[in-house]
């Protein structure tokens, strides 16, 4: 009998709701999902997306960036208190703040972001926002291997949403988070089984070629 292969370690950070991370929880529930979630942290205390974690018995930290001398400070804490779990891969999921490029040097490739609009369009915290305002037809989300700038990174997956004529932004924003929630699930689940690749601006999963 094969030994079943460890699950990839799942650091998942919030600022909110926290229904994607709820997504993942669930997900990992399964076996064959082949990930765990092994920490939730979060730039906000009180967040329902901390307890979340909490019910499902996962340990949580909060580094609160007001609590901090320095924006570099604040991201060390952050960064040593994700190390500390040992991630295979970083979830950033409604994390409202940027991380440093210290931060994703430590965790190469492996921190992922997920996003509410169809990049490269909409980047920032506007995405349902600034389509709706902009008059498109479509919309949706995506998921992306963190870089240096706001929502450029290079595209994992992506859900194409259809805007609808009466929509506000929350009824947008809700409509896109159902779609965002599956697709972030299964691209998170096929970087635990099968490895990403990243070359330039492709991503690929599965484990590297060269
Ligand atoms: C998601 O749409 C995410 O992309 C955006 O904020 C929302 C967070 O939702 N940045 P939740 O906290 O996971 O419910």
Redesign the pocket.
Known sequence: MSTPPTPARLVVL??????????LLDACEDPAYGARVVGVGSDRPG???LARAERHGVPTFVKQLGQFDTRDHWDLAMRRAVAGFEPDLVV?????KLVSEEFLAEFPGRVV????ALSPSFPG?R??ADALEHGVKVTG?TLFVVDGGVDTGPIVAQVAVPVADDDDVDSL?ER??AA??AMLVDAVGRIAREGLSVEGRKVRFGAPTT
């Open positions: 919030v600022s909110g709701a926290g229904t994607n991370l709820q997504a967040v329902e997306g950033l999921a409604g994390f409202m972001n997920t996003h509410p915290t995405g349902p989300a924003h896109i988070k965002e929630r």
